[in-house]
Structures are given as C-alpha cells and as structure tokens.
C-alpha cells in the first residue's frame, strides 16, 4: 500500500484546509483510515481515524468539533476537514492504514503516508 498525502499549508488561526491522502496498492475499502500528527519537538499523537465503511469515526480530543474525518472509497481517498484552525494544530499530519486493533493506538497502523505540513499563523 502507498499513501500519499497533501492538501497541507499556511493558514491563519481560524482558517481551514482540507488534507487528503491517496491511496494505491491493496484494496483500500477493506481497511480502517487514520490521521496523526506530529508537531516540532513532540512525540507523534492520534488525531482521527474511519472504519472502512465510514459507519465510525473517532476523534482525539482536542480536535473534536473542529477536524472531520470522511473517506470516499470509490476514489481510494481518505480527508481530514479542519475548521477553525489554531496555532497548536501547527504540525505534520500523516495518513495510515489500520492493521488491527484500537484506532488511537499507533501500533494499529500498518502504513504511513510521508506527510504534509501544517502551519498555522497566530
């Protein structure tokens, strides 16, 4: 499976973008999605993940009511909607295909994009 990420940028706080990551390889609607990130200096956290028929979405904390994840399995698409933008959003986002196991965990992931970088201007 390769993953391919883009979509990110500068933005200003309370700004939006919209990352998407491509996938090609296996078949994509058979697996779960995820987005993490990692900001500078900081050890990679869990952001959002999508089970492979879009029924579930998890969310961390500190991005629920303002990130949406969605998929568009026709496509081999997975997206990260982010609304009202804040400095600490500032990182690199990665996509990555679930193996198994809990969404939030990173050992879940089998596959990782080479992500795209966010920048969020206070």
């Known amino acids: 499976v390769q993953l391919q990420a883009s979509g990110g940028g500068l933005v200003q706080a309370g700004g939006s973008l919209r990352l998407s990551c491509a996938a090609s390889?296996?078949?994509?609607?058979?697996?779960?999605m995820g987005w993490s990130r990692q900001a500078p200096g900081k050890e990679r956290e869990f952001v959002a993940a999508?089970?492979?028929?879009?029924?579930?979405?998890y969310y961390a904390d500190s991005v629920k009511g303002r990130f949406t994840i969605s998929r568009d399995n026709a496509k081999n698409t997975v997206y990260l909607q982010m609304n009202s933008l804040k400095f600490e959003d500032t990182a690199v986002y990665y996509c990555?295909?679930?193996?198994?196991?809990?969404?939030?965990?990173?050992?879940?992931?089998?596959?990782w994009g080479q992500g795209t970088l966010v920048t969020v201007s206070s």
């Open positions: 999508i089970t492979w028929t879009s029924t579930t979405t």
């Open positions: 990555a295909k679930r193996r198994s196991g809990s969404f939030y965990g990173a050992d879940s992931y089998d596959y």
């Open positions: 390889g296996r078949t994509f609607s058979a697996y779960g």
